[in-house]
C-alpha cells in the first residue's frame, strides 16, 4: 500500500503507518473529546484511547499474522489505516486448516481485547468518568471491530473463514475464492444501500454522516473483494507459465569495471533497459538494475564502478526453467528482490525480472485471457 511510512519491527515484521489512519485517529478523538471540548483531561484521555485502539488493531493484525507465519504463511509487513489493518502475505495458504486458524486469530484476539476493557470497565465504576468512558469505549469498539470482520463477504476474515470452508468441503479453490467473493461484493453493496437509505431516509434516527460512511465503507468493502478476486484470478494464471517462458534472454551485459556514469550514457539510455547481467570474459558476476544506481549521487557516477552497487551472484536467489511463474514471484515477494536468474546446470540461461511478471499479467488482462 503505497503512502505508507515504517515504524519498526514486531516479531520480525515491517509496521508501517499509512496517512490515512490520522484520519481516522483526528474522527475517533473528536467524538470522544466533543462533548467536552474544555477540559485538557478529556483531551489527554481521548488521545490515549485512540493510541490504545491503534495497539488494539496492531495485536488484532499481529493475531493473524502470527499464526500464519506458524501454518508456513510468509507475512511481510502489517499496514494501519483508515478502515483498520492489513496483512501482507507473500503467498496464500496451501491448505484450508491453516486459513481457517489464519482468518479466526484477529477477530478472537479483538474479543479478548474487548472483554479485558469490559471487565475493567465493570469492576472500575467508581473511577473518574474519562477512565470509565475511555474503558467502555474500548471494550465496544474491539467487540465491534471482531463482529464487522466475522462478516462472511470476502476479504473480511469472515469472509476467509467461509472460503476456507467451502475449500475444505469442495477443494476447489478458485471457485471458493470466487463465491466468497461474490458475497463479499453482495455485502459492499449493502452497506452502500443502507448508507443510502441513512442518509435519505433516517430511519434510525442516525445521523447523516453515519450513513455517509456505511456507503463509503460499503464501497471499500466492494472493491476490495473485486481486487482480491483479481488478484487471485492473476496467481492461478501465473502457475500455467514456467519460467522457461517468461524469462529474458537477451538482457544486456556490461562489464564489472565500468563505472556509473559510463552505464547510463552508453547503457541505460540509449537502451531503455532497467536491468543489466554484470559479467566478466562470460562469466556472470552479479545484476544491476536502476534501483541499485539511485541511490549514488550523480557527482559520484564518475568515480563509482558497477562492481561496487551491483547485487553480486551469490546473493541472488536462482529460479530453473519449469518453475512455475506464481513460486518465483512468492520468492521475489519473500526476499523483497525484483529479479532472479534463471539456472539450468548450473549456467546462467535467462533472467526474470518482476516487471516482466506485471507486464504479462496486463497483457492478459488487456486480451480477456
Not at 54 to 76: C, D
Not at 157 to 184: C, E, K, N, V
Request: proline share 4%; aromatic share 12%; net charge positive.
Amino acid at each position: 500500500m503505497g503512502s505508507a511510512f515504517n515504524l519498526g519491527k514486531v516479531f520480525g515484521i515491517q509496521l508501517r503507518l499509512h496517512y490515512s489512519w490520522f484520519i481516522i485517529f483526528a474522527l475517533l478523538t473528536f467524538l470522544l473529546v466533543s462533548p467536552h471540548w474544555s477540559s485538557l483531561l478529556w483531551w489527554v484521555v481521548g488521545i490515549i484511547a485512540c493510541l490504545l485502539f491503534f495497539a488494539s488493531v496492531v495485536a488484532h493484525e499481529l493475531a493473524h499474522s502470527l499464526v500464519g507465519r506458524a501454518n508456513g504463511i510468509p507475512i511481510k509487513s502489517i499496514t494501519l489505516f483508515i478502515f483498520g489493518g492489513i496483512a501482507q502475505m507473500t503467498r496464500e495458504a496451501t491448505r484450508p486448516g491453516a486459513e481457517l486458524k489464519m482468518a479466526a486469530a484477529g477477530p478472537a484476539c479483538s474479543l479478548v481485547i474487548g472483554s479485558l476493557f469490559g471487565l475493567f470497565w465493570y469492576f472500575n465504576q467508581g473511577m473518574g468518568e474519562p477512565i470509565v468512558t475511555m474503558a467502555y469505549w474500548l471494550a465496544f469498539i474491539n467487540v465491534a471491530l471482531a463482529v464487522f470482520n466475522l462478516i462472511p463477504g470476502f476479504p473480511l476474515d469472515g469472509g476467509r473463514i467461509f472460503r476456507s470452508i467451502l475449500w475444505r468441503f469442495t477443494g476447489d479453490f478458485r471457485r471458493s475464492t470466487r463465491i466468497a467473493t461474490q458475497l463479499g461484493q453482495g455485502v459492499g453493496y449493502a452497506f452502500i444501500a443502507g448508507g443510502i437509505v441513512i442518509v435519505f431516509l433516517n430511519p434510525f434516527n442516525l445521523s447523516w454522516f453515519s450513513g455517509l460512511w456505511i456507503a463509503f465503507i460499503g464501497w471499500f468493502l466492494k472493491n476490495a473483494a473485486s481486487n482480491s478476486y483479481r488478484q487471485a484470478q492473476w496467481r492461478e494464471a501465473l502457475k500455467r507459465f514456467t519460467a522457461a517462458q517468461v524469462m529474458t534472454t537477451n538482457c544486456p551485459v556490461v562489464p564489472s569495471d565500468v563505472t556509473l556514469n559510463q552505464v547510463v550514457q552508453e547503457y541505460v539510455i540509449p537502451s531503455g533497459c532497467r536491468l543489466f547481467m554484470v559479467a566478466d570474459e562470460g562469466r556472470l558476476e552479479g545484476t544491476l538494475t536502476l534501483q541499485n544506481i539511485k541511490p549514488v549521487s550523480q557527482r559520484k557516477w564518475a568515480m563509482t564502478r558497477v562492481k561496487e552497487i551491483m547485487t553480486p551472484i551469490d546473493k541472488l536467489k536462482a529460479a530453473y526453467p519449469g518453475q512455475d511463474a506464481l513460486s518465483i514471484l512468492e520468492q521475489m515477494d519473500e526476499s523483497d528482490i525484483n529479479q532472479m536468474p534463471v539456472v539450468s546446470e548450473g549456467r546462467v540461461i535467462g533472467l526474470i525480472a518482476r516487471d516482466n511478471l506485471i507486464s504479462l499479467l496486463r497483457t492478459r488482462s488487456e486480451l480477456g485471457i
